[in-house]
C-alpha cells in the first residue's frame, strides 16, 4: 500500500483558511439574506397576523415556522368558490340578517357568527375549533383576521355577559368586512404567494 504523505506549508495553509472563512462568511450572508427574504414575505402576505403570531411565539423564527405551516395546511384543503345559487342565497341571508339589527341586535350578531361558519364551511373549510378556522382563513384572508377575531370573541361574550350596543354594532360592522371578504372568490395559490 503506498500512502502519499500529504505536507503543506504555512502559506497553503493560510490560503486555505482564508478561502474556508470566507465560504463560512458567504454561507451567513446567503442564510441571513434568506431569512430576512422570508420574514418580508411573510409579513408582506399576513399583515397583522405576522405580528400576532410573533408575539404569541416569542420569537419571529417560531412564528414564521408556523406561519408556513399555516399555508401549508390550508394547500391540503379544498376550498372551492361558491356557486352563483349559492353565492346569491348567503348575500340574501346577510341582507335579511343585517336588517333585524336594530330590533334585534344580540341575536343578529350571533347569527352573523353562525352565518359566517355556513358561508365557511360551504366554501370547504372544515368544521373545527374558532382558533384553527382563524389560522386557516388567515392565509387567504390575512386583512380581515382582527375583524374576525373581535367580532367573534363579541358574539361568544354574548352568552356570558352583556355587550354595549356599540360593541354589538362594531361587530356586525366587522362581520360584514369578512362576509363581504369570503364570499368573493378565492384568489389563487400562486397569487396569494406573489402577494
Known amino acids: 500500500m503506498n500512502v502519499m504523505n500529504y505536507q503543506f506549508t504555512s502559506d497553503q495553509l493560510l490560503w486555505g483558511g482564508i478561502i474556508l472563512a ?14 430576512k427574504t422570508r420574514t418580508i414575505k411573510l409579513r408582506s402576505r399576513f399583515g397583522s397576523e405576522y405580528d400576532r403570531a410573533v408575539k404569541q411565539s416569542g420569537s419571529s423564527g417560531r412564528a414564521e415556522a408556523k406561519l408556513e405551516n399555516r399555508s401549508t395546511r390550508v394547500q391540503t384543503l379544498v376550498i372551492r368558490d361558491l356557486g352563483v345559487t349559492e353565492h346569491d342565497r348567503f348575500v340574501t341571508e346577510w341582507y335579511a340578517l343585517q336588517s333585524r339589527f336594530v330590533d334585534h341586535p344580540k341575536s343578529s350578531v350571533t347569527d352573523a357568527d353562525d352565518l359566517i361558519n355556513a358561508l365557511l364551511e360551504a366554501r370547504g373549510y372544515p368544521q373545527v375549533p374558532f382558533e384553527q378556522r382563524a389560522d386557516d382563513l388567515s392565509v387567504t384572508y390575512p386583512r380581515v383576521m382582527e375583524d374576525y377575531r373581535q367580532a367573534h370573541a363579541i358574539a361568544v361574550r354574548l352568552g356570558r355577559a352583556e ?3 356599540e360593541e354589538l354594532r362594531a361587530a356586525m360592522i366587522q362581520y360584514r368586512a369578512i362576509f363581504d371578504e369570503i364570499v368573493q372568490p378565492q ?7 406573489a402577494s
Not at 463560512?24 to 441571513?32: D, G, L, R
Open 22 to 35: 470566507l465560504l463560512v462568511v458567504i454561507a451567513v450572508a446567503a442564510y441571513m439574506e434568506h431569512r
Open 163 to 165: 355587550a354595549t350596543t
Open 187 to 193: 384568489k389563487s395559490h400562486e397569487a396569494l404567494a
